[in-house]
């Protein structure tokens, strides 16, 4: 296979970065169709990125003779039925997290992907393939910090994504703060430690944007969880940073401990004036990790062309999941829950 011809369906706040990827950035690939229900969008994919096929339904994508994969990036309740509808296509399937929000779903999902070995699925858990994150892998893999004992995780949205945030909750269900954005720290503490989140008690508070208990969101919430190995994890998720998008992750090891941006830094830059020595911060998630994007993407076209499966698949999805409806459960019933 010469060059991997891939629909996308989405093209909101992350599709148009998976867009500009897949048309630009990622040999191997050739962006041919988009799906979306928004016109501009679409206009937009074929004006700037050489979409020769556009769509408003995914259904009629799919059917398309000239693909070879899909990269769903449409909102998460849609995931697991255009996850099936694809492969059944004998479409490869690069899919946006959450696999979906709905255990009963992704398990069914999951029987059709297990029926197709030879697509290749990919799920976007994209810190897996960010620099920083590899290297603290490496590390914890080696033995360098001996036995994970602890890991602490922010990940907390910038203020001023709000108003993007609170159209993308009106338009669709997020899934809640925790299957929505706690979700990649979940799949963080499952990646790092080998092991499965046993038993969770969370809570959450709004007070800075009281317009969300409308949503049924939460503005920031916390976790404890224990795993299976009594190994403890301990979640801090918001949409409330001031300063920019932080995504922080500490490892504590019975060797030594380590930090993954425990100031979420822009760049090398320190700016000295009347504030002081100011560190510019990461604004938002395409630009923290732009990179790591770039990264899944290649991975996903590699494992096409290789006839392989990636390291991050269906299971992943369906394990971070649970985790995630279990703190859901947690601060509705203001109780710890047992993960099944
Ligand atoms: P968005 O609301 O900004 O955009 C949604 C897009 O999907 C629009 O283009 C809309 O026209 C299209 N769409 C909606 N329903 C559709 C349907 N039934 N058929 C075809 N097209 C449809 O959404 P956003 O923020 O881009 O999120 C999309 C997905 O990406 C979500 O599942 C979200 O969880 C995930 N995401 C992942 C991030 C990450 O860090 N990996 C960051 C942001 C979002």
Partial sequence: MNEVRVGIVGLGRLGRTHAINLAQNVPGAKLVAACSFVEDELEYAKRELGVTETYKSFE??????N????????????????IRLAMEKGLHVFSEKPIGLDIEDIEKTMEVIKAHPDQVFQLGFMRRYDESYQYAKKMVDEGQLGELTVVRCYGIDPS??????VNFARNSNSGGLFSDMSIHDIDLVRWFTKKEVSRVWAMGKNAAYPELDELNELETGAAMMQLEDKTMAILVAGRNAAHGYHVETELIGTKGMLRVAAAPEKNLVTVFDENGAVRPTSQNFPERFSDAFVHEMKEFISCIKEKRQPEVGAIDGLQSTKVAIACQQSVEANQIVEVK
């Fill in 60 to 65: 009629e994508m799919a059917a398309s003779p």
């Fill in 160 to 165: 001023s994504g709000l108003e993007s945030f």
């Fill in 67 to 82: 693909l070879d994969a899909v990269c769903i990036v449409s909102p998460s309740g849609y995931h697991p039925e255009q």
